[in-house]
Nanobody
Framework: QVHLAESGGGSVQSGGSLRLTCAAN???????MAWFRQAPGKEREPIAS???????TYAPSVKDRFTISQDNAKTSLWLQMNDLKPGDTAMYSC?????????????????????WGQGTQVTVSS
């Protein structure tokens, strides 16, 4: 069983930065990992994904402001968030899926990943 745990959330003023971390309890060898967020009253949305080869995909709302990355051991996933806006306020979660099924679809920001963390809150004030 894979367990994912997010950290790094908090409160920041508009224009500020935060770096989120997702720690996995197992080596995530071949698959897709992604960050999602859910704002109050809204559906959860995928915002960034990274495949086993390091290929990244971003939602238009965060492109050029957020950067997804992972360590070589593939046990840690990060989301560097710059130029934060009040509209970025949400619960942020990481997720992972393994195998060719998810690798092939990673650049589509898949929402049906297999393993999920509990989330970390990000609040951006104006």
């Amino acid at each position: 069983q894979v367990h994912l745990a997010e950290s790094g959330g908090g409160s920041v003023q508009s224009g500020g930065s935060l770096r989120l971390t997702c720690a996995a309890n197992k080596y995530l060898a071949y698959g897709c990992m992604a960050w999602f967020r859910q704002a109050p009253g809204k559906e959860r949305e995928p915002i960034a994904s990274i495949d086993s080869d390091g290929g990244t995909t971003y939602a238009p709302s965060v492109k050029d402001r957020f950067t997804i990355s992972q360590d070589n051991a593939k046990t840690s996933l990060w989301l560097q968030m710059n130029d934060l806006k009040p509209g970025d306020t949400a619960m942020y979660s990481c997720a992972a899926g393994f195998g060719m099924y998810f690798v092939r679809r990673c650049n589509t920001l898949p929402t049906d990943l297999s393993y999920w963390g509990q989330g970390t809150q990000v609040t951006v004030s104006s």
